[in-house]
């Protein structure tokens, strides 16, 4: 019985002893965890995930190099066109004519410009050089000038501009004296100091086939303007054609002369190449 008491008591003494203000201190409350974001270093961050296709694209969205437009040999071939678009194509392009070349027959042929007469066309350096030459133009031209050559003033009448006539330059009448030589008899029809007189006989003569040209004389200080019809071998043949010509004009001063080395040249030339024409 006593022994139970003494152990009552002694736990009441241990009760008491840890139950005292002293020794027992209150609960310490443990201070509230805060928890900081843990920051993922730069080797631990997850790469994004990339398709197949996404890899062969260039990366960063590199910007592609302009590229300019590609030559003209690069374009894309165009579609084979049919038979009839080529040929709607052909008719429709405008087609370059290449310039011609001069041909032979051109080369004889004048253009009328404005202004220009028989007597102007002949005087021109590249033509005959000289104004009274101008018979041997209508000569060479009787099919478009025929008709319309009349009158006294001929000569220098305005020729219908754009016509071309045929023409012979100082060079052709050389080149045709070289072939033959003829004889200086000529017929003289007519000489007088007015061309207004000089011109109906001389063209008269021309459409009947004489080889008719002008030359100048001057007598006894006078100027003249002589219309003959050449050239002969001999006196005989002269007199024979300036007979006819008197019956076909009723002239009865016309004779036969001999011309001399000069109006020779000047002028057999011309009518041997006339021949050709």
């Not at 190099?65 to 049919?82: F, I, L, N």
């Not at 007469?117 to 021109?124: R, V, Y």
């Not at 350096?125 to 101008?134: A, C, F, Q, S, T």
């Not at 219309?227 to 008197?246: M, P, Q």
């Amino acid at each position: 019985m006593k022994v139970s008491m003494v152990r009552i008591f002694i736990v009441f003494l241990f009760a008491l002893t840890s139950c005292s203000g002293e020794d027992s201190q209150p609960p310490q409350t443990p201070p509230p965890k805060v928890v900081q974001p843990i920051k993922p270093s730069t080797a631990d961050i997850e790469k994004p995930t990339t398709t197949v296709a996404e890899e062969k694209k260039p990366q960063a969205e590199e910007k592609a190099p302009v590229e300019r437009p590609a030559a003209t040999a690069e374009k894309s071939a165009a579609p084979p066109r049919s038979a009839a678009e080529d040929k709607k194509v052909a008719t429709e392009e405008p087609t370059v004519t290449p310039p011609k070349k001069k041909d032979k027959e051109d080369q004889g042929l004048y253009s009328v410009k404005k202004g220009d007469t028989l007597s102007s066309i002949a005087a021109k350096p590249e033509v005959l050089k000289d104004p009274l030459k101008w018979p041997i133009l209508l000569r060479l031209n009787q099919d478009k000038l025929g008709e319309w050559s009349g009158g006294e003033d001929l000569p220098d009448r305005e020729l219908p501009q754009g016509t071309r006539i045929k023409v012979m330059t100082a060079r052709e009448a050389r080149a045709g004296l070289k072939k033959e030589s003829a004889g200086l008899w000529v017929v003289n029809v007519l000489s007088s100091t007015s061309q207004a007189e000089i011109v109906p006989p001389a063209v008269t003569l021309v459409k009947q086939g004489y080889p008719v040209y002008i030359v100048r004389a001057n007598v006894k200080g006078k100027d003249y303007l002589r219309l003959r019809v050449g050239f002969f071998k001999n006196r005989s043949e002269a007199d024979e054609t300036g007979k006819k010509i008197k019956e076909q004009l009723s002239f009865q001063e016309s004779w036969s002369t001999k011309a001399d080395k000069e109006e020779y040249e000047e002028v057999a030339g011309v009518f041997k190449s006339l021949e050709k024409h």
